[in-house]
C-alpha cells in the first residue's frame, strides 16, 4: 500500500498561483486529478517516474506545471493564473503513464481542497 499526503490547498483569488505537494511513500508513476461539485473526477496532469515525461489536460495546458523531486519522492503542482473554475478538491494519485501518456491510477490520496474566488 502506498502512501499518499497532499499539502497546500485553500483559497486564493482568480488570477493568483498556489502549489500544492504530494510526498509518497514509494516512487512511482504520479499525477493529479481533480473533482468539482456535482462533476466526475477528471484528469489534471501526471509525470512519469523518471520525470522526463509530462501530460496536462488541455483546460490546464500553460498554466499549471508537474514536477517531482525524486530525492524527496515529492510531486508538486504549480498552478498558475487560477481560475473560478479550478475550483475542486485536489487528488494525488501514484501509477504509470503509458506510451500513449494515459494515466492508469493504483492509489490515491486523500485529497485536498483548492477555492478560486472571482
Known amino acids: 500500500q502506498v502512501q499518499l499526503v497532499e499539502s497546500g490547498g485553500g483559497s486564493v483569488q482568480a488570477g493568483d498561483s498556489m502549489k500544492l505537494s504530494c510526498v509518497a511513500s514509494?516512487?512511482?508513476?504520479m499525477g493529479w486529478f481533480r473533482q468539482a461539485p456535482g462533476k466526475e473526477r477528471e484528469f489534471v496532469a501526471c509525470i512519469s517516474w523518471a520525470g522526463g515525461s509530462t501530460s496536462y489536460a488541455d483546460s490546464v495546458k500553460g498554466r499549471f506545471t508537474i514536477s517531482r523531486d525524486n530525492t524527496k519522492n515529492t510531486v508538486y503542482l504549480q498552478m498558475n493564473g487560477l481560475k473560478p473554475e479550478d475550483t475542486a478538491v485536489y487528488y494525488c494519485?501514484?501509477?504509470?503513464?503509458?506510451?500513449?501518456?494515459?494515466?492508469?491510477?493504483?492509489?490515491w490520496g486523500q485529497g485536498i481542497q483548492v477555492n478560486v474566488s472571482s
Open positions: 514509494a516512487r512511482y508513476g
Open positions: 494519485a501514484a501509477g504509470s503513464m503509458d506510451y500513449y501518456s494515459h494515466f492508469d491510477v493504483d492509489y
